[in-house]
């Protein structure tokens, strides 16, 4: 269950999905309010504060990637983007548009809702100036630029614990290849994925309970990397 109750508003043409997302949603506690076109969801974001939006992307209307641009001419409010459309290249154009992460259909509840739990803590730590995250054995303290594993200071180097605080920043939200090498190397290393998953393999050495099954620095294959959130599992 949540701590405070949750708005979410709900953007699906499919009645049967709105319903399964509603009963889904509501047994957590959290509140739900339904769209089911893009021009919908559009004004329910505009009249009434949403503090997550569950998109999907076939609207009758319009297509959902619209919705999320002009959701996100004003609004930073969490997007999780729901779509049959499964390819890497779809998941990373979503995710440079703004979305805060993407599930393919079809999913399960529990995935939905660990996502959506994640997205909402991400937004709370940026609200509230928190500046620890903590994943399993691992704490990332943004304050004091320190990060230690089972009460150990670990050694890192600028760029790893640069890697980490991207991370922190967005935890439990996926990072793209192409958002994490413009940040770290800059604009003209966007197109260096080989090296990037080099440098991931090294860093897991030194953060990872078990680097080769990896429960903090997890991947999105094809896509890119994000910090574990609760009910995740390894994903390589």
């Given at each position: 269950?949540?701590?405070?109750?949750?708005?979410?508003?709900?953007?699906?043409?499919?009645?049967?999905?709105?319903?399964?997302?509603?009963?889904?949603?509501?047994?957590?506690?959290?509140?739900?309010?339904?769209?089911?076109?893009?021009?919908?969801?559009?004004?329910?974001?505009?009249?009434?504060?949403?503090?997550?939006?569950?998109?999907?992307?076939?609207?009758?209307?319009?297509?959902?990637?619209?919705?999320?641009?002009?959701?996100?001419?004003?609004?930073?409010?969490?997007?999780?983007?729901?779509?049959?459309?499964?390819?890497?290249?779809?998941?990373?154009?979503?995710?440079?548009?703004?979305?805060?992460?993407?599930?393919?259909?079809?999913?399960?509840?529990?995935?939905?809702?660990?996502?959506?739990?994640?997205?909402?803590?991400?937004?709370?730590?940026?609200?509230?100036?928190?500046?620890?995250?903590?994943?399993?054995?691992?704490?990332?303290?943004?304050?004091?630029?320190?990060?230690?594993?089972?009460?150990?200071?670990?050694?890192?180097?600028?760029?790893?614990?640069?890697?980490?605080?991207?991370?922190?920043?967005?935890?439990?939200?996926?990072?793209?290849?192409?958002?994490?090498?413009?940040?770290?190397?800059?604009?003209?290393?966007?197109?260096?994925?080989?090296?990037?998953?080099?440098?991931?393999?090294?860093?897991?050495?030194?953060?990872?309970?078990?680097?080769?099954?990896?429960?903090?620095?997890l991947t999105e294959l094809g896509v890119g990397y994000r910090l574990a959130a609760a009910g995740d599992r390894p994903l390589e």
């Amino acid at each position: 269950m949540t701590d405070v109750m949750s708005n979410v508003l709900v953007v699906d043409d499919e009645p049967q999905i709105r319903r399964f997302l509603r009963a889904g949603f509501e047994i957590e506690g959290f509140s739900v309010r339904e769209a089911e076109t893009g021009n919908d969801a559009i004004r329910a974001a505009t009249l009434h504060a949403a503090d997550l939006v569950i998109l999907d992307l076939a609207l009758p209307d319009m297509d959902g990637s619209d919705v999320l641009q002009r959701l996100r001419a004003w609004s930073s409010t969490p997007v999780i983007v729901l779509s049959v459309r499964a390819s890497e290249a779809e998941k990373v154009r979503l995710l440079e548009l703004g979305a805060d992460d993407y599930v393919v259909k079809p999913f399960g509840m529990a995935e939905l809702l660990a996502r959506a739990k994640a997205a909402l803590r991400r937004q709370a730590l940026g609200i509230s100036g928190e500046s620890t995250v903590t994943i399993d054995r691992l704490t990332i303290d943004l304050a004091a630029r320190a990060v230690w594993r089972d009460g150990e200071r670990l050694v890192l180097t600028p760029k790893e614990y640069r890697l980490l605080q991207l991370l922190a920043q967005h935890a439990g939200n996926v990072v793209t290849h192409q958002q994490i090498l413009r940040e770290i190397w800059g604009q003209l290393h966007v197109n260096d994925t080989h090296y990037l998953r080099i440098f991931v393999r090294k860093l897991r050495q030194k953060i990872e309970p078990e680097p080769n099954r990896p429960r903090i620095l997890l991947t999105e294959l094809g896509v890119g990397y994000r910090l574990a959130a609760a009910g995740d599992r390894p994903l390589e």
